[in-house]
């Protein structure tokens, strides 16, 4: 009897550090893949793999933020489109983000949706101004205009609500209905 309940607890032993080892390595295999994941969707390539978002990538190539600026530089559409206040709020905003977006891409009429009255509607959802402010460091530049100047202090002192894309609706896409309009109606 002895025997036997030392040969179980040798068995047991091994199938725990079997157990233990099979999951650090699916754990490590998990992170890998996720970080690979969340890289790969953070790119304007990944999100014009949907034929919907085809011309907001032309309308962003063809704003300040989409490169058409002095230094050159691109932001990608999580830069503007995802919250950068932790983690956790990052990826289920971007997860319910992209479920949206599936589901409008297979959905929706293009050519009949009203692109104008759902970029109004919903431009609040998904721009943050915790993204805008990643950048944006510097909000009351020398050479401000005065109306920018006022709006930027109380903005800054906390004394309006309004976020970022109230005031600078369009900024991150340069004739974005207008291309949205053309794009869909020449490929009808």
């Known amino acids: 009897m002895a025997l036997s309940f030392n040969l179980k607890k040798i068995s047991d032993k091994k199938g725990w550090w079997l157990g233990a080892g099979v999951g650090i390595i699916l ?56 919250p950068h206040g932790d983690f956790f709020q990052f990826l289920t905003v971007k997860a319910i983000t992209g479920t949206s977006d599936l589901i409008h891409n297979l959905y929706i009429d293009p050519v009949t949706y009203d692109w104008a009255a759902a970029s109004e509607k919903n431009r609040l959802k998904f721009t943050f101004d915790n993204a805008c402010r990643r950048c944006h460091h510097v909000l009351i530049p020398p050479g401000i205009k005065r109306g920018g100047f006022l709006a930027h202090r109380a903005y800054l002192r906390g004394e309006t609500k309004k976020q970022c894309a109230e005031c600078h609706p369009r900024v991150g896409h340069k004739n974005m209905i207008e291309a949205a309009d053309k794009y869909f109606k020449k490929n009808v």
């Open 27 to 82: 754990t490590i295999m998990m992170v890998l893949a996720s970080g690979f994941m969340i890289e790969t969707t953070n790119t304007d390539t990944f999100c014009v793999s949907c034929h919907i978002m085809t011309p907001f990538r032309t309308s962003w190539q063809d704003s300040v933020h989409g490169g058409q600026n002095p230094q050159g530089f691109a932001a990608q559409c999580v830069d503007c489109h995802l």
